[in-house]
């Protein structure tokens, strides 16, 4: 039997991703194996995850791969743990619009996962298990098969909790108020896990002493076992693909570079903040914080040599960062640094959010085709030149401009949708590369 379970909370903010990275911090000080996994479009969460478990964490998300993929994903990854372990988004029920797509419920559902919901208990006593009665009742078809309890006041405050709940929903843990186990946060959430001084030992303690962790494994051994899919061999590699991967582009799907060598790609991580400009055959700049590292890149080689290598016709696919990155210009705070200068725009950072949410677009681009399903979340405004060529035809999403995004120049494309390998196409780009390696 596949040991799993999905830590949920009843809303954002009450302490699920520390709770998860604990649990996961514990379950690994007891030398257990542990595949950590994600509900929805998250880059900086994983990070965590993958720190402390040895093992990449992988996103599920039923609205971007649909409920095969997330099977797929689910069983390819979970086969050679002790124990699965998924942190959940936002509340456990909240999915897009007034839906299920894309909840944690869903893929809880998908799956056939247990849920341990996570309560924040800060300001209240017998209301949490009204909260907890509430969430039990709403979906019968979700197994919510504990419940921990979280900022509990003090002994008898946590008492007073779980004497309120009902017998049949097991209390799996108290943990008090620490506000030294907090994660500083910016604009696009978390700080990244290689940014911090990160003690996941201690972490672990704390997990070990306020959580009955013997039960918590006992409930995710009601998972059944996933489905079996036929993998295909990942074939040899005969191009290569530059992924840009430092401090300003941090933000990819671990599936993304799977999806690249399955297409016959091999991989190679660069940093634009060192200067440096591989010998491959075509480029992928991801998202991140170009913003915080933006006086690097401004003077970066990198930065200088990518306008002619584009021209030259190499394929270059950006996103979000990566479209800021590639335009002209970006300018921050009043002040306009000089970019790659690939694409015919100037980015300019603003105070408030501009886009965030998932995205739908038809792409009708020369190799870029096709319906391409992901997420949006900016803080900046790409002002394009008249005659820019945008490809995406947005169904779901802001886009660039007036429900159009996928700004295209030569062979080289950029968004703001970041895209997953469920739906973009990952062999047209390849295959593009091979083309440009042929010339």
Do not use: W
Not at 199 to 207: E, G, K, N, P, T
């Amino acid at each position: 039997m596949t040991k799993a379970v999905l830590l949920a909370g009843t809303h954002s903010g009450v302490g699920k991703t520390t709770v998860s990275m604990g649990i996961m911090a514990a379950l690994r000080k007891r030398e257990m194996e542990v595949q950590p996994f994600k509900v929805g479009p998250d880059y900086i969460d994983p990070t965590y995850h993958t720190l402390i478990c040895g093992n990449a964490s992988r996103n599920l998300d039923t609205f971007m791969m649909q409920q095969d993929g997330v099977r797929k994903a689910f069983s390819k990854n979970s086969k050679n743990s002790d124990i699965n372990v998924v942190e959940g988004v936002m509340g456990l029920f909240d999915g897009m619009g007034a839906t299920e797509i894309a909840s944690s419920a869903h893929v809880a559902k998908t799956l056939d996962l247990p849920v341990v919901l996570v309560v924040n208990v800060h300001g209240m006593s017998r209301s949490a298990a009204a909260m907890v009665k509430g969430f039990t009742e709403f979906d019968k078809d979700v197994k919510i098969a504990g419940v921990i309890l979280n900022r509990v006041g003090s002994p008898r405050h946590a008492q007073m909790i779980k004497d309120a709940i009902p017998e049949e929903i097991p209390v799996l843990g108290t943990l008090p108020r620490n506000q030294d186990l907090v994660v500083p946060s910016r604009h696009l959430g978390l700080h990244m896990a290689h940014e911090n001084t990160f003690d996941a030992s201690h972490l672990a303690d704390f997990i070990e002493e306020n959580i009955d962790l013997d039960a918590l494994v006992s409930v995710a051994g009601n998972a059944p076992e996933p489905e079996v899919y036929e993998e295909e061999p990942t074939p040899e590699s005969d191009v290569r693909i530059g992924i840009a991967r430092d401090n300003a582009f941090c933000f990819y799907y671990e599936d993304m570079f799977d999806a690249f060598r399955n297409a016959g790609a091999e991989v190679v991580f660069f940093s634009p903040m060192d200067g440096e400009v591989p010998d491959v055959d075509g480029m992928y700049f991801g998202g991140g914080y170009p913003e915080l590292n933006i006086a690097e890149l401004e003077k970066s080689k990198t930065t200088r040599s990518l306008k002619d290598i584009a021209a030259d016709g190499m394929p270059m696919y950006g996103e979000c960062g990566g479209l800021q990155y590639m335009s002209t210009s970006y300018e921050i705070d009043g002040t306009v640094y000089k970019m790659a200068d690939v694409l015919p725009a100037e980015t300019v950072q603003t105070k408030k959010l501009q886009a965030l949410g998932y995205t739908e677009g038809q792409a009708n681009g020369d190799f870029i085709k096709g319906t391409i399903r992901g997420h949006e979340f900016h803080y900046s405004a790409t002002y394009c030149a008249d005659d820019a060529k945008l490809t995406y035809e947005m169904k779901r999403g802001k886009g660039i401009v007036d429900g159009k995004d996928g700004l295209t120049e030569h062979n080289s494309i950029a968004s703001y949708t970041h895209a997953h390998p469920a739906s973009f196409p990952v062999k047209s780009f390849v295959d593009k590369c091979r083309e440009y390696k042929k010339k």
